[in-house]
């Protein structure tokens, strides 16, 4: 286990579970289990019996933590406790922000005036075009776009970005913080930050990543 981190009574932690992750807090800690409240997923209870095996996700400062364990049971403290073996092996992620995963999906982007806001934006007022990404994380994404958009992309730039996520499409608002400008490549590529990104959107980005990433471990597992 990693030396700079403890579990802690209160902190976020989920459970990752086959129809997706399940939400919970740390409610106890001994040197034996972690006890956490029952995980919960829009409304819906994932009622973990002894012996299960799960997959955890566990947010200690800015950083998250990944490790497999096994239910060893239930106690009731006021609430229902589920007690979680404490974990021989932990695996940090990289910093919420920067766990970045390949992804290529049609970004649908305009390029926005600096002082512009999403909401007060018509569809006459900006140029929209196509793009596709290249990877993702909870803090910005990397952009393929024509090179006939050159002359438009500065540092600093400015774009709305649709963003396909699952059955719905996020509008994100990003800035241009690296022009990878290569003449070999028909494309330029573009590193873009989210901008003004409330906490809700980025959750949905940062599921985003993590099912990505499991969707690339079961295809290593098997060998793909």
């Known amino acids: 286990m990693s030396d700079n981190m403890e579990f802690l009574v209160n902190q976020k932690i989920e459970i990752e579970m086959e129809d997706g992750i399940y939400k919970s807090n740390i409610q106890d800690v001994t040197d034996e289990y972690i006890g956490i ?3 919960v ?4 209870y994932v009622p ?3 012996g299960e095996k799960v997959i955890c996700h566990y947010y200690y400062n800015k950083d998250i933590y990944r490790f497999e364990t096994v239910v060893s049971g239930r106690k009731i403290d006021k609430l229902l406790i589920i007690m979680l073996k404490k974990p021989e092996k932990v695996v940090m992620y990289q910093r919420r ?3 970045r995963v390949p992804l290529m999906v049609n970004i649908y982007c305009g390029i926005l005036e600096n002082s512009k806001k999403i909401e ?10 196509d793009a596709y990404s290249l990877d993702i994380s909870g803090g910005g ?14 540092l600093g730039s400015m774009l709305m970005m649709t963003i396909p996520l699952n059955d719905e499409n996020l509008t994100v608002k990003g800035k241009i913080v690296r022009v990878e400008n290569d003449r070999k490549n028909p494309k330029i590529i573009c590193g873009v930050s989210f901008v003004d990104l409330d ?3 980025r959750e949905s ?3 985003l990543v993590f099912k990505t990433m499991r969707e690339q471990m079961k295809k290593g597992a098997k060998g793909e």
């Not at 997923?41 to 819906?44: A, D, H, M, S, T």
């Not at 994404?141 to 500065?154: C, G, P, S």
Request: glycine letters at 4%.
């Open 37 to 39: 409240s029952i995980p």
């Open 97 to 99: 922000n920067f766990a």
């Open 141 to 154: 994404l990397r952009l393929a776009i024509d090179r006939k958009f050159e002359k438009r992309l500065n």
């Open 120 to 129: 007060n934006i018509g569809n006459n007022q900006i140029e929209f075009f």
């Open 41 to 44: 997923n829009e409304g819906k």
């Open 199 to 201: 906490r809700l959107t």
């Open 205 to 207: 980005i940062i599921r």
């Open 48 to 50: 973990l019996r002894k």
